[in-house]
Each structure stands twice: as C-alpha cells, then as structure tokens.
Nanobody
Framework: VQLQASGGGLVQAGGSLRLSCAAS????????MGWYRQAPGKMRVMVAS???????HYADSVKGRFTISRGYAENTVYLQMNSLRSEYTAVYYC??????????????WGQGTLVTVSS
C-alpha cells in the first residue's frame, strides 16, 4: 500500500487547512486510514482515524476542531483542520491500518506533510 499525502503549509492561528491522502496498491488489505502528527522533539501520535465503515475517532486534543472524512473514492481520506493552534505545528503523516493486524507496528505510512501554525 502506498500513501500520498498533501495539503500542509503555513497558516495563522485560528485558520484552517485541509490535508488529503490517497492510497494505492493493495487497498483491499487495509481497513482504516488516519492521520498522525509528530511535533519537534515529541513522539508521533494519532490525531484522527476512520474505518472503512465510516466510523471516526479523534484525539481529545482535536475534538471539535478536526474532521476526518473519506472521499467518494474510498481510497482517499481528508483531514479538515479548523481553529488551528500554534501547538498543532507538526509533521502530519497519513497512515493506514492493515486489515490483518489493525493499528500498530505494521501501519503503512505516507510521507509527512508539514503544518506550521503561526501565532
């Protein structure tokens, strides 16, 4: 599975950005897609995920601000980020969970996209 992410950039605090991720390859082997982020000097953490059935989950820190959704083509996922805060500055990674194992060490990863929120 290959994941191609896009949409990062520089935005002022309070602004919005939308990240996109398209999966290709053996997409039948995944059952969820999502986004992680890694801030400088910190661990990579999950931000939001969505199952192939459409069930979405969010980290507490982004609830009410971020919305994850799937595109018409089910191999695409979006992350709408509103009311951005400077502490959201990080590299955001698209990820997919293997159907066989779920989220964990076997995640598929896309390249990161940098989101910088200026205060």
């Amino acid at each position: 599975v290959q994941l191609q992410a896009s949409g990062g950039g520089l935005v002022q605090a309070g602004g919005s950005l939308r990240l996109s991720c398209a999966a290709s390859g053996s997409i039948f082997s995944i059952n969820a897609m999502g986004w992680y982020r890694q801030a400088p000097g910190k661990m990579r953490v999950m931000v939001a995920s969505i199952t192939d059935g459409g069930s979405a989950h969010y980290a507490d820190s982004v609830k009410g601000r971020f919305t994850i959704s799937r595109g018409y083509a089910e191999n695409t996922v979006y992350l709408q980020m509103n009311s951005l805060r400077s502490e959201y500055t990080a590299v955001y990674y698209c990820a997919a969970a293997p159907r066989a194992t779920g989220w964990g060490l076997s995640n598929y990863w896309g390249q990161g996209t940098l989101v910088t929120v200026s205060s």
